[in-house]
């Protein structure tokens, strides 16, 4: 019995200790003080077994509790929270909070891929060493977009044949993530085929597939046609929806239909205008070869403090 008394003490003690800081630590000390000085009378008992529960419990808990803190602090230590991602929360206030609708994992991460530029990875892929050019390829192989793919084409041609398996293997995997991402949507949107949620990442799905370079010109007319089909459905579900209009304009002009791909880039910037549909509507003007209305898009764009660098270059002002 006395045992038992000192074996539910300590593991009080134990509790508070996990608190935290504060006078927690100092009513778990006192916990700990009384459990030891119950377990000193137990272990005097005649009972085998409530000297076997002293020292299992009473006695080693603390031991291990201390291995186990220390365990924390040198994790914490060898993982701290900084590098490129140390400012990165500051530029997450427009994803998705408690008060937001929910947005799909693959959105999110679209988001995080678009704020990392490819750059300092292919200098990564072209160095010298074997070694680095394969931790190049496991970056790229996470990302999985147009300009990773070709980057992973170019590790390909590595003369370090680990770098090449690795490469390949990365390439199959992107491949493998992306058509998995199909299949998943596909499988949500027979689940409520009405929802414009589950079309429009039906289509950014597809539209992904297409992006990522990995397919021949006429499967990446398919899936541009597929993906087509997901955003007229979203937009039909949701016309005040910017976003759908956007991604639609976006596969028209890969479709090479210009004049109804800027009719829908116009309308998705009066709706909510972005960088996004500004870099579109210009590459669209660009294509057209409308060099007055480039520039005046541009300029109007940067004087709503919409600043990006090939806006910059076409309002014809310094970077």
Do not use: N
Request: hydrophobic share 50%.
């Amino acid at each position: 019995m006395i045992g038992a008394v000192a074996a539910l003490a300590e593991l009080l003690a134990l509790a508070l200790a996990l608190l935290g800081a504060g006078w927690w630590w100092l009513v778990a000390l006192l916990a700990h003080v009384t459990a030891a000085w119950t377990a000193g009378r137990a272990l005097a008992g005649p009972r085998r077994d409530e000297r076997l529960l002293v020292v299992a419990l009473v006695l080693a808990l603390p031991g291990l509790g201390l291995v186990g803190l220390a365990a924390i602090r040198v994790w914490q230590r060898r993982a701290p929270p900084t590098g490129i991602y140390a400012g990165a929360h500051s530029e997450m206030a427009g994803l998705p909070g408690p008060g937001q609708a929910p947005e799909p994992v693959d959105r999110v991460f679209e988001w995080l891929q678009a704020q990392v530029s490819v750059q300092p990875v292919a200098d990564l892929i072209r160095a010298a060493d074997p070694r680095t050019q394969r931790w190049g390829v496991g970056l790229l192989a996470k990302r999985g977009d147009g300009p990773a793919v070709e980057l992973l084409r170019e590790a390909l041609q590595s003369p370090d044949r680990d770098t090449q398996i690795a490469a390949s293997g990365a390439l199959q995997r992107v491949e493998e993530r992306l058509a998995h991402r199909i299949t998943q949507a596909q499988e949500q949107r027979r689940l409520d085929p009405e929802s414009p949620e589950r079309a429009m990442a039906m289509g950014d799905a597809c539209l992904a597939y297409q992006e990522s370079g990995l397919l021949d010109a006429a499967m990446g007319r398919y899936w541009l046609g597929e993906a087509e089909s997901a955003y007229r459905a979203a937009r039909a579900g949701r016309p005040e929806w910017a976003a759908p209009t956007r991604a639609l304009a976006r596969v028209l002009l890969a479709l090479d239909r210009i004049d109804e791909a800027e009719g829908l880039a116009v309308q998705a910037r009066a709706a909510a205008p972005s960088t996004e549909v500004d870099l579109l509507l210009s590459e669209i003007l660009f294509r057209q070869r409308r060099w007055p209305e480039l520039q005046a898009l541009s300029r109007d764009a940067l004087a709503a403090g919409r600043a990006d660098e090939l806006l910059r270059w076409w309002a014809g002002e310094p970077a």
